[in-house]
């Protein structure tokens, strides 16, 4: 039983519809309107226009980044004087490199006299990121039948900003711009900030310009007909070392980053099906979750998405873990294992920290360095320990591997102690949250806007505050602690965790099911008055078997009508609710994550149909957007016939529970589970979406073993068809 001190929190006034909310992303400039593109090896990224500059200016992200600071925010490309045009913009479909396919414009005399017709010298640019710096690359070619002469350069600068300051924060202060550092091949520029901390980003040129200053680097080149000519650049944000010469370490960096992404893809299955735009989205969908994928001391982690979330989160890894699971569970090792090597240990209001919590953020910028954001290393997330717990369970489930279990034991008991012990924090049975000082987040759920939790009449519900989906995940915690428990040889521990299992489900169902509202409601607040909103959290009690079967079908229904269901996917709240707003961050938006979630729930509970429905309606939002690629979150208006989805302003791209959700909604439909102490492979009744008639997978591993199956549609059922096996594999399909 929770002590009231260990209870104690502060009062959460939120704020009002006019208020800005702490932390939250102002859309002074909408990420869609230039299609950026972008890039990230490690704790680097950076964001790109179609033509490969950085034309940063307030609100917009562009610009090189290197843990959580931006150490060029401004980076473009000229040919005497005027942006070349824009011919092509492509990523590789691994995403180790950007390139821009550019030629000259139309290019006068001062008197007016054109010089240079368009479209006569190409610019070939190619850029991608390694080891804390950005390559790029300049290939120029002249196919006038006449020499050229031609004036490239390149301008540049660094504001050193916090990610929070680019994200829209106003600092009363800042540190110190140094000046910056001129030789002959390179330019050095610096920054102090108020953490003491040096931050310098190092630009190398070659050849050596003509012209080099502190903010631009001139090249002035002689191209005879049909020859070419490469410059390159070097933009490194390490900066406690000088940078290798060029251009082999161009060539040597580029030939590292490929094989790198080239090592950690191989270890996913691979899908190839009858449809090629899916064939499409899910090769970007596989190659955005590896781009993403960092490497730890504990194994690889995917950071959470670009821009503004390229950092560890612990929510949206564990999620895109269980997404992809059955694709690659060496991901699910690694989160759980970085995120017990970082399970807090005491309490720390200021951090919302307490024994056995799982991690929700860290950041390694300024801002959060000085503790004028409280994300240095923050706790501020109710669902991350329950979720690692099952993870934990489902990693056993789906490999058997009993040594990492074995590995994370103490902090899995850790985490089922905080559930107990502070996250129950009033005895009641059911976890709840509520802030620990007034610079927290207020929300802490996964929808953690500050209006995203209310009452039917539209009033913010105050704290603390019981979701839904959150005792859904406990629930699954309890269940997975169990089985890991059993596999470990503890039989009387995992039925005394089934037990609270079950206590925990019947409470549920007495408090959340709302008969008039056809589902569960939002969630409870402070004085356990039901939230009676219909939202897309409900779903989440299908995905981990919380709700009694005679509940799932009313459940189901109310999800997939016309309020809930907008064509590209379940709305996160119902367009009759009060708030709903289809332009919002989550009360009406539509978000692929919780959609893939949702559909696992009704895979469960037989609802196939239902599942590849909301399959269907992502698939044919993806085939609209660019590179296929489904966003964080996109608008939540009514589909119509021959227009694409609306896009929200500020969603991250790419974003990885969002680039898992296609392979976990493939799992649902075809019901793919495995066995790994008999080696098998099992397809619960399998069912294909309408735009798919055959699948083929590849290297599905279970154990040492692996095969090869394609599943197709014949006479009105889904058919298995076992390709090739190694080892002693077995393949089953259960009707």
């Not at 630009?203 to 000519?229: I, K, M, S, W, Y």
């Not at 959290?537 to 079967?549: E, V």
Request: hydrophobic content about 40%; overall charge neutral; charged content about 25%.
């Amino acid at each position: 039983m929770q002590t009231s001190q260990e209870c104690s929190a502060a009062p959460d006034a939120h704020a009002g519809a006019g208020s800005p909310a702490p932390y939250s992303i102002p859309a002074t400039a909408g990420l869609q309107e230039r299609r950026p593109r972008t890039l990230k090896h490690g704790d680097s990224f950076a964001v790109f226009d179609h033509n490969g500059d950085a034309l940063a200016d307030y609100g917009s992200p562009e610009g090189v980044y290197h843990r959580d600071t931006r150490h060029l925010s401004h980076f473009g490309l000229t040919v005497d004087g005027v942006r070349p045009l824009l011919l092509s913009s492509t990523l590789r479909d691994d995403n180790a490199t950007l390139t821009c396919d550019l030629s000259n414009p139309d290019l006068y005399e001062a008197g007016g006299a054109l010089r240079l017709a368009h479209d006569l010298i190409h610019l070939r640019r190619t850029c991608f990121l390694w080891q804390a710096r950005c390559y790029q690359r300049v290939v120029l070619r002249n196919f006038d039948e006449r020499p050229q002469r031609v004036r490239v350069e390149f301008t540049f600068a660094a504001d050193f900003a916090d990610v929070f300051e680019v994200r829209g924060a106003r600092r009363p202060r800042r540190g110190v711009l140094h000046a910056p550092h001129v030789l002959r091949d390179r330019v050095r520029l610096a920054y102090t900030g108020l953490d003491d901390v040096r931050r310098e980003t190092l630009l190398q040129f070659h050849p050596v310009p003509a012209r080099l200053t502190a903010d631009r680097a001139g090249f002035d080149l002689e191209l005879a007909p049909q020859a070419a000519c490469a410059l390159y650049v070097l933009i490194d944000c390490a900066g406690e070392t000088e940078a290798a010469p060029l251009p082999g370490a161009w060539f040597t960096a580029l030939r590292r980053a490929r094989r790198a992404l080239r090592r950690s893809s191989a270890r996913a299955a691979a899908i190839v099906t009858s449809n090629q735009i899916f064939n499409e989205s899910v090769r970007r969908s596989v190659s955005d979750l590896y781009m993403l994928m960092t490497d730890t001391p504990q194994g690889p982690f995917p950071y959470a998405g670009i821009p503004w979330f390229s950092t560890a989160f612990g929510r949206d890894a564990i999620i895109t873990a269980l997404e992809m699971l059955w694709l690659d569970p060496t991901v699910a090792r690694g989160v759980l294992l970085h995120l017990a090597a970082n399970q807090a240990t005491a309490t720390d209001p200021a951090t919302d920290a307490q024994p056995g919590k799982i991690l929700h953020e860290v950041r390694h910028g300024e801002m959060a360095q000085l503790g004028e954001v409280p994300f240095r290393r923050y706790y501020g997330s109710v669902d991350a320990t329950p979720l690692f717990a099952m993870l934990a369970g489902a990693y056993l489930e789906r490999t058997g591997d009993r040594d990492t279990l074995r590995a994370i034991k103490p902090q899995l008991e850790a985490a089922l102690t905080w559930i107990e012990r502070y996250g129950d924090c009033d005895g009641d049975g059911f976890v709840e949250y509520q802030r620990a000082t007034g610079s927290g987040l207020v929300n802490q759920g996964w929808k953690d806007s500050h209006d995203s939790v209310f009452h039917r009449d539209g009033r913010l519900a105050r704290g603390p505050i019981a979701l839904v989906e959150v005792q859904a995940y406990t629930y699954g915690a309890w269940r997975a602690a169990a089985a890991v428990s059993r596999a470990l040889g503890e039989p009387q521990r995992a039925e005394i965790l089934e037990q609270r299992a079950a206590r925990l489900r019947q409470r549920f169902d007495e408090a959340f099911f709302d008969p008039a509202l056809g589902s569960y409601v939002l969630a409870l607040d402070g004085d356990k008055r039901p939230c009676q909103v219909s939202t897309s959290n409900a779903g989440h009690a299908l995905y981990t078997g919380i709700a009694y079967p005679e509940r799932a079908g009313r459940v189901v229904a109310k999800l997939m009508d016309s309020a809930s269901f907008s064509g590209w996917g379940v709305r996160t709240l119902a367009a009759s609710e009060k708030r709903y707003n289809p332009m919002s961050y989550h009360n009406g938006s539509v978000w692929p994550h919780d959609n893939a979630l949702i559909a696992a729930g009704f895979a469960r509970y037989g609802y196939k149909r239902e599942a590849a429905r909301v399959f269907e309606s992502l698939f044919a939002a993806a085939s609209y957007l660019d590179l296929r690629r489904l966003p964080e979150l996109f608008c939540g208006f009514a589909r119509q016939r021959t227009r694409g989805p609306t896009f929200y302003p500020v969603a991250c791209l790419p974003q990885a529970w969002a680039a898992a959700a296609p392979l976990s909604l493939l799992q649902s439909c075809l019901g793919l589970r495995f066995e790994p102490d008999a080696a098998q492979i099992v397809f619960d009744e399998p069912w294909l979406p309408s735009f798919l008639d055959e699948v083929v997978l590849r290297r599905l591993t279970v154990g040492s073993h692996s095969a090869d199956v394609r599943l197709r549609r014949a006479d009105g059922r889904v058919v298995v068809q076992v390709l090739a096996r190694q080892g002693a594999v077995h393949i089953l399909t259960r009707s």
